[in-house]
């Protein structure tokens, strides 16, 4: 049997993780707000709000997680600190061109290094196992990293500019971000990013435009070669080479 919710049930539980941040002195934002909505227990989904040391800027970041919160636990902290680091090594007078691409190579260096983390680990554990047993199957150590590796997250990240009064919004997977404004009389939104999933027109041609020749097997049944949703921010094996999905990920799945 379920149970209707009553109008009150509904906004106690929607309210249940709301937070407000009131900021009298900053000339931008008057305040933050956040709630969550936990569809998994535990949430697979993380937030975050970073200011830059000289307090020229705000970053706010949301994590989709999926298949587990390992990947969007560990990107919730790491990427924001990539991206502040790379944005406070600018010159104050850099321009938007510059700021876009310190942001683009923070998201590019972050992936790279959760996937080279963990194929080395899994590496250097794998020739441990073959020196010590003749046995085949995945150790305690090598599924916990393959729980990793095989996790995904969404990564939505805006980075509000003081001095320039800019909103500048990156993404990869399919989170949204949205502004709105209050204008004839009443609140309009505008979307600022651009979804990656398999609706997403442009996005389906920008991968087959990197994998010609694969159009009847790259999506099947609106999912990557029939498995993965559409570009997360690392997602199940996509990423690493074959010896470390034939070998590692084969046998911690067989066991």
Same mark, same amino acid.
């Given at each position: 049997?379920?149970?209707?919710? +009553?109008?009150?049930?509904?906004?106690?539980?929607?309210? &249940?993780?709301?937070?407000?941040?009131?900021?009298?002195?900053?000339?931008?934002?008057?305040?933050?707000?956040?709630?969550?909505?936990?569809?998994?227990?535990?949430?697979? $989904?993380?937030?975050?709000?970073n200011v830059l040391t000289d307090g020229s800027g705000h970053l706010f970041?949301?994590?989709?997680?999926?298949?587990?919160?390992?990947?969007?636990?560990?990107?919730?902290?790491?990427?924001?600190?990539?991206? +502040?680091?790379?944005?406070?090594?600018?010159?104050?007078?850099? $321009?938007?061109?510059?700021?876009?691409?310190?942001?683009?190579?923070?998201?590019?260096?972050?992936?790279?290094? *959760? +996937?080279?983390?963990? &194929?080395?680990?899994?590496?250097?554990?794998?020739?441990?196992?073959?020196?010590?047993?003749?046995?085949n199957k995945g150790t305690d150590e090598e599924h916990v990293l393959v729980? #990793?590796a095989t996790s995904g997250s969404c990564a939505l990240l805006a980075y509000?500019?003081?001095?320039?009064?800019?909103? +500048?919004?990156?993404?990869?997977?399919?989170?949204?971000?949205?502004?709105?404004? *209050?204008?004839?009389?009443?609140? #309009? &939104?505008?979307?600022?990013?651009? $979804?990656?999933?398999?609706?997403?027109?442009?996005?389906?041609?920008?991968?087959?435009?990197?994998?010609?020749?694969?159009?009847?097997?790259? *999506?099947?049944?609106?999912?990557?070669?029939?498995?993965?949703?559409?570009?997360?921010?690392? #997602?199940?094996?996509?990423?690493?080479?074959?010896?470390?999905?034939?070998?590692?990920?084969?046998?911690?799945?067989?066991?």
């Open positions: 049997h379920y149970h209707m919710l +009553t109008a009150e049930e509904v906004a106690r539980q929607l309210r &249940a993780h709301e937070q407000s941040n009131d900021l009298p002195d900053h000339p931008l934002i008057q305040r933050i707000d956040q709630s969550q909505l936990p569809s998994n227990e535990p949430c697979e $989904d993380y937030c975050s709000q970041g949301v994590y989709d997680g999926h298949d587990g919160d390992k990947c969007s636990s560990w990107l919730y902290k790491a990427l924001p600190v990539q991206v +502040t680091e790379a944005l406070e090594k600018l010159p104050k007078d850099a $321009d938007t061109a510059a700021i876009h691409k310190e942001i683009e190579d923070a998201f590019v260096h972050i992936d790279d290094q *959760f +996937t080279h983390d963990i &194929a080395e680990q899994l590496e250097v554990l794998s020739k441990r196992r073959l020196c010590d047993s003749e046995d729980d #990793r509000v500019n003081t001095p320039r009064r800019e909103v +500048t919004v990156a993404l990869t997977g399919d989170c949204r971000a949205i502004i709105g404004r *209050f204008e004839q009389g009443q609140w #309009r &939104a505008r979307v600022l990013s651009e $979804d990656q999933k398999y609706s997403n027109r442009s996005e389906r041609e920008r991968i087959l435009s990197e994998h010609p020749g694969e159009e009847e097997t790259m *999506f099947v049944y609106g999912r990557i070669l029939g498995l993965g949703k559409l570009p997360r921010r690392r #997602r199940r094996r996509y990423g690493y080479d074959a010896d470390v999905s034939t070998n590692c990920f084969a046998r911690c799945s067989a066991n």
